[in-house]
């Protein structure tokens, strides 16, 4: 069973960097042929698709974020980063890590795995 946890601070100040980790278990994040991405919810809105980094290290990411997100990976330690740039309070969300067998997740489904969700709000 693949199991994945998000971490990462709750709380980030305008103008800095959001960074989170998402630990995977149960499985590589090297497994052909997997996508591992990055999906984020704010209060009121749809899910919204970040980017994702490939079983094999290729990055991808939205248009409308590319310019503020790294996506990253340490294979040694199973783990996936996001690093989000210049936040404001319309980055606070649940922030998800997940899964799937598609470059870009908008919903869930069972062939996904997702972890539970970490809240972040962007504050001073």
């Known amino acids: 069973q693949v199991q994945l946890q998000e971490s990462g601070p709750g709380l980030v100040k305008p103008s800095q960097t959001l960074s989170l980790t998402c630990t995977v278990s149960g499985g590589s994040i090297t497994t052909n042929y997997y996508f591992w991405s990055w999906i984020r919810q704010s209060p009121g809105k749809e899910l919204e698709w970040m980017g994702a980094?490939?079983?094999?290290?290729?990055?991808y990411y939205s248009p409308s974020l590319k310019s503020r997100t790294s996506i990253s990976r340490d294979t040694s330690k199973n783990q996936f980063t996001l690093q989000l740039s210049s936040v404001t309070p319309k980055d606070t969300a649940v922030y998800y890590c997940?899964?799937?067998?598609?470059?870009?997740?908008?919903?869930?489904?069972?062939?996904?795995?997702w972890g539970q969700g970490t809240q972040v709000t962007v504050s001073s």
């Open positions: 997940a899964r799937a067998n598609r470059k870009v997740v908008t919903s869930k489904t069972p062939s996904d795995y």
């Open positions: 980094i490939s079983y094999s290290g290729n990055t």
